[in-house]
């Protein structure tokens, strides 16, 4: 199923044994913001793109990370049609610990990043080699906490 696979950058091989493949198309966050904002889209149909660097973005955007969260999620919002349309695979990699409670968020030097402002409260999932990731739809359903 296309979509956001949220994933922390530990759990990708080869920084771990039988680790989550890591999509090779590489782009930062501002950069696939940029692109998934044209009209066309740019991306070829069923790509696979790995995105990192967006707890980069909202520890710059302190304190106003959460105004930054959601002006995320409204472009990821309007983009969402063209993705799946395309059924394009997001790869997001984050640096920083994943924490699913009460809300959502990226622990990324020691600051607490709202990304449920983005992607709402995701189930925590396993593959068979028991790592985790999330899996969001493009549609970011509930996404705004």
């Known amino acids: 199923m296309p979509g956001y696979q949220l994933v922390e950058i530990g759990n990708l091989s080869p920084n771990k044994n039988n680790g989550i493949l890591p999509y090779k198309n590489k782009i930062g966050f501002l950069d696939f913001l940029r692109e998934i904002t044209q009209d066309p889209l740019p991306f ?18 302190r304190p106003k990370q959460e105004e930054m969260a959601l002006k995320i999620y409204s472009l990821l919002k309007s983009a969402a049609q063209n993705l799946e349309r395309k059924l394009i695979d997001v790869q ?19 600051v607490k990043l709202p990304i449920g402002h983005i992607f709402g409260s995701p189930m925590k999932q396993t593959d068979a080699q028991g790592n985790h990731f999330y899996k969001k739809s493009f549609s970011l359903t509930n996404g705004i906490i």
């Open 44 to 61: 070829p149909k069923f790509y696979k793109v790995q995105v990192v660097g967006l707890e980069e973005v909202l520890f710059a955007a």
């Open 92 to 110: 997001i990699v984050f640096r920083g610990r994943l924490v699913r409670g009460e809300s959502f968020w990226v622990e990324y030097r020691n």
